[in-house]
């Protein structure tokens, strides 16, 4: 093989390499949340990984990046693990990521209080205004919530 082929077979591997790592990273920053309840958050990306933790119904993840059917997901506490693609959804939700946060009735804090929401409630965020976002329960509960209460802290 001449120096020529040589260099154009190593162009080739060069520009395929970094197609392939454009198409794995572009899912960084993508937030999904959970289809249903009792998902399994595995060790990797297979059925034969072991089960780390279980996630209900709505529950927001990032995805990290993605291997074949998998997707590798990160929660609102840093931890990581794995996901068969095909159960996460691309609804956006917010869960609350303090001890207790207030829920405001317009966006800011003269608003007056209309709840008290824990650690590990989820809400599907309705509108962004300034620092805060809109959001609302399951149950209808609806109010204003400071970003950094919440994760993502930027969902819409």
Same mark, same amino acid.
């Given at each position: 093989?001449?120096?020529?082929?040589?260099?154009?077979?190593?162009?080739?591997?060069?520009?395929?390499?970094?197609?392939?790592?454009?198409?794995?990273?572009?899912?960084?920053?993508?937030?999904?949340?959970?289809?249903?309840?009792?998902?399994?958050?595995?060790?990797?990306?297979?059925?034969?990984?072991? $089960?780390?933790?279980?996630?209900?119904?709505?529950?927001?993840?990032?995805?990290?990046?993605?291997?074949?059917?998998?997707?590798?997901?990160?929660?609102?506490?840093?931890?990581?693990?794995?996901?068969?693609?095909?159960?996460?959804?691309?609804?956006?939700?917010?869960?609350?990521?303090?001890?207790?946060?207030?829920?405001?009735?317009?966006?800011?804090?003269?608003?007056?209080?209309?709840?008290?929401?824990?650690?590990?409630?989820?809400?599907?965020?309705?509108?962004?205004?300034?620092?805060?976002?809109?959001?609302?329960?399951?149950?209808?509960?609806?109010?204003?919530?400071?970003?950094?209460?919440?994760?993502?802290?930027?969902? $819409?």
């Amino acid at each position: 093989m001449d120096k020529l082929n040589i260099l154009r077979r190593a162009l080739g591997l060069a520009v395929g390499f970094t197609l392939l790592f454009f198409a794995v990273s572009t899912h960084a920053g993508e937030y999904v949340s959970v289809k249903k309840d009792g998902i399994n958050i595995r060790s990797g990306p297979s059925t034969k990984h072991e $089960i780390l933790w279980e996630v209900f119904k709505n529950f927001p993840l990032e995805v990290v990046k993605r291997e074949g059917k998998w997707s590798q997901t990160m929660d609102f506490e840093g931890d990581k693990g794995w996901v068969y693609s095909s159960l996460l959804s691309s609804n956006k939700t917010v869960i609350i990521k303090v001890k207790t946060a207030n829920m405001r009735s317009g966006p800011g804090k003269d608003y007056e209080i209309v709840a008290t929401v824990k650690y590990g409630v989820v809400f599907k965020p309705l509108k962004k205004e300034g620092s805060w976002v809109q959001v609302k329960h399951d149950d209808g509960t609806s109010g204003w919530m400071f970003k950094d209460l919440i994760w993502p802290s930027n969902p $819409i």
